[in-house]
């Protein structure tokens, strides 16, 4: 009897585990919405594309809303949240001030409370926009699971985790690692720099210190055309990919080997024969770029979200219940 008891509470215990460590995959899934909200993507698509067409660019703010959010403290929409007189939030962190879309989430979000009241998060919300950011610019359509809860705490020191313009191989490895990212990952995710725009402060440093790290390692007729563009004292902007600004396209790789990288991260890639390697492989295999991506994107969607009875669904993206 005393037996069969303790084979009882070792299923139990079996069985808890096993559901502890599958929480998240379990609750977070492809078609999440499928019966609670069943229009949500299609809402999310049409307001995404609606915005794009009336500001192209703004498809690479809502990509890298998606890896601000995810990176710094995991994907919790905690980068939605408005600053109060008693805290500062992350979108005012100093890497997040150039950051726009936050009202396209606000337009998505009006729609889906009035369509399914209290169902879809912002969180879910921010993930799906960047995928169809991607594909409007002609990227793969990739898979986006549901599920993610939002949070109700948001600190602009949280974001001084991202990484920055001017990291190298090995700091931007021990980065992504220290997020559950590996080195490949951090590859494949840079490649969303074949999009968007960057403001000169953030690599302007290198442009005028011929000792600057990295700064050898720039075309001299590309580092000649962004001195014309980014005088001294100035915070013009450049594209990011002059060939194709507007097309999710693999030419970012291809840039770095005809040493246009923008930002010593950038170049960084290069750096090592390993890292040199992949950079070569998606410079010149397009459909292996966007499948690694589409990988990626799936991954970095899963980094710390909350489920089950954690966080809540806010009413309002700016705010917490």
């Known amino acids: 009897m005393g037996f069969q008891i303790e084979k009882i509470w070792m299923t139990i215990m079996v069985v808890a585990i096993c559901l502890s460590n599958g929480r998240i995959e379990a609750q977070v899934k492809v078609g999440f919405y499928s019966g609670s909200c069943p229009t949500a993507e299609l809402i999310i698509q049409e307001e995404v594309e ?4 009336g500001d192209p660019g703004v498809g690479a703010d809502l990509l890298r809303m998606f890896f601000h959010d995810c990176f710094a403290s995991g994907c919790d929409a905690s980068i939605l949240l408005d600053s109060t007189a008693n805290n500062t939030a992350e979108k005012d962190a100093k890497v997040n001030l150039t950051l726009e879309g936050f009202e396209i989430i606000d337009n998505i979000k009006e729609r889906l409370e009035a369509v399914c009241k209290g169902v ?8 799906f926009a960047a995928r169809d950011s991607v594909a409007h610019y002609g990227g793969v359509h990739f898979k986006v699971a549901g599920g993610r809860r939002d949070g109700r705490v948001s600190r602009a020191a949280d974001a001084s985790i991202l990484p920055s313009a001017d990291q190298n191989l090995s700091q931007l490895t021990k980065l992504f690692i220290s997020r559950g990212l ?4 951090m590859i494949i995710l840079s490649g969303a720099h074949t999009i968007g725009i960057s403001h000169c402060d953030a690599f302007a440093g290198q442009l ?7 700064y050898e390692a720039m075309d001299e007729k590309y580092a000649a055309h962004l001195r014309q563009r980014c005088p001294p004292g100035s915070n013009n902007t450049v594209v990011m990919n002059p060939h194709s600004q507007f097309v999710f396209d693999n030419r970012y790789y291809k840039n770095l080997l005809s040493r246009h990288g923008l930002f010593v991260s950038d170049r ?6 390993g890292t040199e390697t992949q ?5 010149s295999n397009y459909k292996r770029f966007q499948r690694k991506f589409a990988d990626a994107m799936f991954k970095l969607g899963k980094m710390d ?17």
């Open 50 to 53: 609606k915005a794009l067409t």
């Open 208 to 214: 005028y210190d011929v000792h600057a790290d990295g």
């Open 268 to 273: 960084t890639l290069l750096s090592t024969h």
């Open 305 to 321: 979200v909350l489920t089950g009875a954690d966080g809540e669904i806010r009413a309002n993206c700016r705010a917490i219940n």
């Open 279 to 283: 950079v070569r492989r998606y410079a």
């Open 120 to 127: 879809v998060s912002c969180a879910d919300i921010i993930a």
């Open 182 to 185: 590996s080195q490949s990952d």
